[in-house]
């Protein structure tokens, strides 16, 4: 195989990059003004026609949009914050949602793990898993519902697992920190669905109306899953990913 070069990334998509980050954890906020084309271009040494392609690029991401009078502004309403995306933000901001989104924790229990539950976690069916299930709100508007689940032996080492009192640093910052477990990698999978009727009582939404479902694992150093979570999202709220293709 010949050798390959590793390149940087065009400067246009650098800086996209950098105020993606600041919109997804929650730096900027709805409605905040982005810097113009003329700023970018200072601040970052580039040319107008690249700073002019970041704005363009940000808008076609549905991130930006133009206000009569103020500018290129935020739009994040548009964005949905995945279980990765708030793992990064925990570790740029030091909070695990932006300021204009809260959780409510509705239960945390220890149950015995569901098979497809237990599969994901690598334990016995029918074994002691702690669920933590969550309404995710932008001001008083439900956005998203997500469920989290941990292997049951955990909860001797992180007992606040159990509490429906939100942990600050997210659930997986605190096993983190009780457990010596480090956050390496995770893998997400989303797919359209129709709204159950729980659905429509945890978002507010007609049951059967269009949703984005899916469910994710955060993996450790060591290759073990640290935490299993399935979620649902409003609709006409878009997740974005970034992938390497060499």
């Avoid at 590793?6 to 709805?30: A, F, T």
């Avoid at 003329?38 to 580039?46: F, L």
């Avoid at 009780?178 to 989303?190: L, N, Y």
């Avoid at 669905?193 to 729980?198: F, G």
Wanted: aromatic share 6%.
């Amino acid at each position: 195989m010949a050798p390959t070069l590793n390149r940087p990334d065009p400067p246009y998509l650098q800086i996209v990059k950098h105020i993606r980050q600041q919109i997804m954890s929650g730096e900027l906020r709805e409605g905040d003004r982005v810097p113009t084309g003329r700023q970018i271009a200072e601040d970052w040494g580039v040319a107008i026609a690249t700073a002019t392609k970041v704005i363009t690029t940000l808008r076609s991401e549905g991130l930006v949009d133009a206000a009569p009078g103020r500018g290129t502004v935020v739009k994040s309403a548009a964005a949905s914050h995945s279980p990765t995306d708030r793992a990064v933000a925990i570790r740029r901001t030091g909070r695990i949602y932006p300021p204009d989104e809260h959780a409510k924790i509705r239960s945390a229990a220890l149950v015995d793990a569901p098979e497809q539950v237990a599969d994901a976690l690598g334990i016995a069916a029918g074994a002691p898993a702690i669920r933590r299930q969550r309404v995710t709100y932008r001001g008083d508007q439900p956005v998203s519902a997500s469920t989290s689940w941990f292997d049951g032996q955990l909860a001797e080492l992180a007992p606040r697992l159990l509490e429906t009192e939100r942990i600050l640093q997210g659930t997986f910052g605190y096993v983190e920190e009780v457990a010596s477990r480090t956050i390496k990698t995770s893998r997400e999978q989303s797919a359209a669905s129709a709204a159950t009727e729980k659905d429509a009582q945890d978002l507010g939404v007609p049951v059967g109306s269009p949703v984005l479902r899916g469910r994710n694992w955060i993996y450790d150093s060591d290759g073990q899953v640290l935490e299993y979570g399935e979620y649902v999202s409003a609709p006409e709220r878009w997740q974005s990913y970034e992938f390497e293709i060499n």
